[in-house]
């Protein structure tokens, strides 16, 4: 992706997307495990229920240490210099922002869903918080000019060290 805009608009796309589709999605399983004999598969959706799929992507651990190796990552390739690896890590950050974006979509999706069945709010300040580091830092270090932070050798020494501590302190803030 080109542009700041351009990224930014990709990422509240899929993030509505996968809302709708999720919101829709949990609707559809809710009928059809009303509806479907046990024999006919309805038991198997007992795995994507609200409880079961929230658990499961709203676990957040996965995207702070995704986001912490690509912290590291742009650290280290900040210290060689290939064009070939700038491009990796443009292409790691448009793909962890999309990955991120799905998941906030498909959290949103079904909240609204709940909600609107009546159901009590299972989203609290830690989870947003967390939700929100890890896009934030992927897509602030997106936007570093490796070529010219190389060229100046303090800023590059001190990105290189922020960069390599970044990752993990990422880790300590996950709840």
């Keep these: 992706m080109n542009s700041t805009l351009s990224r930014l608009k990709a990422v509240a796309v899929t ?34 229920s609200p409880h079961s799929s929230i658990a499961a992507l709203s676990d957040l651990r996965a ?47 079904y909240w609204i869903l709940l909600r609107l069945a009546g159901y009590s709010n299972f989203l609290d300040v830690g989870f947003l918080r967390t939700a929100i580091i890890a896009p934030v830092v992927v897509f602030v270090v997106s936007l570093l000019p490796l070529a010219k932070v190389r060229a100046v050798i303090p800023a590059r ?14 880790l300590v803030l996950t709840d």
């Design 157 to 170: 020494i001190a990105l290189v060290s922020i960069l390599l501590l970044g990752g993990p302190v990422l």
């Design 63 to 109: 995207i702070m240490a995704l986001s912490a190796i690509f912290s590291v990552l742009t650290g280290l390739v900040l210290i060689i210099d290939s064009q070939y690896c700038d491009r990796m890590i443009a292409v790691l950050a448009d793909v962890l922002l999309m990955v991120m974006a799905a998941i906030a979509g498909f959290v949103a999706g």
């Design 15 to 48: 993030a509505m997307a996968f809302a709708v589709g999720a919101f829709c999605t949990l609707g559809i399983v809710w009928l059809l495990g009303a509806f479907l004999p046990d024999a006919v598969g309805a038991r198997e959706f007992g795995a994507y």
